[in-house]
């Protein structure tokens, strides 16, 4: 957890122009986080404060949220309670992940009134908690701890607030070079975790840049760097950065002079840097909770479809025993003159078989001769029958199960809004109820917005999503001499190069684009089809997504993560030129 208390600090110290400023909004946008707009200093700020329990964080923001139609309970308790207060202050519990934000406002009868939100960074245990700091009481949080949860702090209404439990850690702003070489065991080893185990706020990133920077592990040169680090936090001399390697992408307010094979990203404020860090993994974390259920639901619906083929193949294969039936009426209908009630077989040769082999037909005793012949006539004209509608329904399940994988390989990639979007298409497929108001009023017809990249030459590469996104890709935007591309028989995006003349190395890139939307995104060797967008036709009536081509060739390539985000920046890089 590299959000520490140096990090808490910077952050903290960011947030002081903010007192004075008067809280005008307040919204919920998930159960967890919380977003405060702060009129301060001429200027609104958003004030994020999340008790994520993956990424809890706490820092001014930028970021755009889509906030639910009904406000949460605590969401409205906080407009209650501090829309329209004015914040006296805001303040770290000594280093720890603790922060008080404390605001005036008044009450129902108009009279001065105090309230305190408590931000507490600590991992999954992470919460906000709004109380009157007059008598200590909470009013509500995000997340309530009952005693079935822990016995020694509960955090429900009306309960007395007790703060999280001292870890017993000397303070690292405070401490002195004596009480420093005294608090460290020279020969226990691992001297990162000692310094982690020993002072409050320092987590195991910052310990290792410390042991980093004293070199030889000297009591003298670790006291140096210990020192060095901590006075640039009592002086708020900070360098937000973001460090990102292979195996992993780290941030802190201190620069990591440590992490020598990674790229690093430098930032202005701690604020920038959180949001530059968090904004990508919590919004994935987010869409995999939006998208889950809708998950879930597809797949529950293609399991269905299998089971439904399993069914009606078992029905063909009965269904395939009509001619047997017909040839049993036939000789019944020869050798009626023979028959009477009650014969329970008839022997019959079998004038079909040039060897002349003999049948043996079951008769039913309580039916007469003419009963048997009519049953056995009904039995293959209902098998007859059935061969052809069990076909075609085969047929339908299988194109179904076709349409459903697709759906699941586009929730892959989903974002919040492309997720949406499926959820509404599954509505007009009839698979889910709409959640939009039946009106009068012809919905407007908006334009998807479409994945753009940009080809090693500057060729410009549009990439469908999803369904509403690949028709209009295909069906509208594209022009006929433009280029298409999407994998062979394997569920995934339609893309488009959008130039008459198109190099091998964009056609090569373009198809990498296909292979890594699709299906086989960790296969090897992928087949992918290319054809001009005039050879692309969607059939009357098929479901969303679905087209038919012809003249096209085939390329065989392996999906490239790194190529794919190489073609993304392109694409900025080439939308900044422009600018």
């Given at each position: ?15 002081q ?27 609104t700020v ?5 008790a ?16 639910p ?5 605590f ?23 603790i ?13 001065t009134?105090?309230?305190?939100i ?6 999954k ?13 909470i ?7 009952t005693?079935a ?88 001399r ?25 790229a ?13 860090y968090?904004a ?15 998950i ?28 047997i ?54 039995r293959y ?38 997720a ?16 939009q ?11 998807p ?93 098929a ?37």
């Open positions: 957890m590299a959000f520490d208390g140096i990090v808490t600090r910077a952050v903290v110290r960011e947030l122009k903010l007192a004075g400023g008067r809280i005008a909004k307040i919204h919920q946008p998930h159960h967890s986080d919380i977003v405060m707009q702060i009129r301060a200093q001429g200027e958003k004030l994020l404060l999340s994520n329990p993956t990424y809890p964080r706490l820092h001014a923001t930028t970021e755009e949220f889509t906030n139609q009904e406000a949460p309970m969401c409205m308790l906080l407009r209650k309670h501090c829309e329209g207060g004015l914040i006296e202050a805001i303040e770290q519990v000594d280093m720890e992940r922060v008080h934000i404390d605001i005036r406002t008044r009450d129902e009868l108009g009279d009134a105090r309230r305190r408590v931000m507490e960074i600590m991992g245990h992470s919460n906000i908690i709004l109380l009157d700091p007059s008598s200590n009481t009013l509500d949080s995000a997340v309530h701890v005693p949860i822990s016995q020694y702090r509960q955090v429900l209404p009306g309960r007395p607030y007790v703060s999280p439990p001292s870890q017993e850690k000397r303070d690292p702003l405070a401490v002195t070079e004596q009480a420093f070489i005294t608090a460290i065991n020279w020969n226990g080893g691992r001297l990162d975790r000692q310094l982690v185990d020993a002072f409050t706020g320092i987590s195991p990133l910052l310990a290792k840049e410390i042991v980093h920077r004293a070199g030889l592990p000297t009591r003298e040169a670790m006291w140096h760097a210990f020192a060095s680090v901590m006075e640039a936090g009592r002086q708020h900070y360098a937000p950065m973001i460090a990102e390697s292979r195996e992993k992408t780290q941030f802190h307010v201190v620069e990591l002079t440590h992490l020598t094979d990674a690093t990203t430098s930032f202005s404020t701690a604020s920038e840097c959180l949001q530059a968090y990508v993994k919590a919004q994935r974390d987010t869409v995999k909770q939006k998208v889950h259920d809708l879930r639901f597809v797949t529950s619906e293609r399991n269905k479809n299998e089971k439904k083929i399993e069914k009606l193949e078992q029905t063909l294969a009965e269904a395939k025993d009509a001619e039936f017909r040839l049993y009426g036939e000789l019944i209908t020869a050798h009626m003159h023979q028959l009477k009630r009650g014969d329970t077989v008839l022997e019959a040769v079998n004038w079909y078989d040039e060897a002349g082999s003999t049948v043996t037909i079951p008769l039913d005793p309580l039916k007469t001769p003419s009963e048997n012949l009519q049953a056995y006539y009904k004209n209902k098998a007859k029958n059935s061969l052809q509608i069990v076909e075609e329904q085969i047929r339908q399940a299988r194109e179904e199960i076709v349409y459903l994988d697709g759906l699941l390989v586009q929730l892959e990639h989903a974002s919040l809004q492309e949406e979007e499926i959820r509404e298409e599954l509505a007009e497929q009839g698979y889910v109820r709409s959640r108001k039946r009106t009068n009023k012809k919905k407007k017809d908006v334009r917005e479409l994945d753009a990249y940009t080809s090693s030459d500057g060729t410009e590469i549009l990439v469908g999503k999803n369904n509403k996104q690949n028709d209009y890709l295909t069906n509208k935007l594209a022009a006929p001499y433009d280029t298409w591309l999407h994998t062979k028989d394997i569920p995934g995006s339609h893309v488009v190069i959008r130039s008459r003349q198109v190099s091998e190395q964009t056609l090569r890139e373009a198809a990498v684009l296909a292979a890594y939307y699709s299906k086989a995104q960790h296969g090897n060797q992928v087949p992918v089809d290319y054809t001009l967008v005039k050879y692309v036709k969607k059939p009357s009536g479901k969303p997504g679905f087209v038919i081509y012809e003249q096209q060739r085939t390329l065989y390539v392996t999906p490239d993560e790194a190529l794919v985000r190489r073609l993304k920046a392109n694409n900025r890089a080439a939308h900044s030129e422009t600018r």
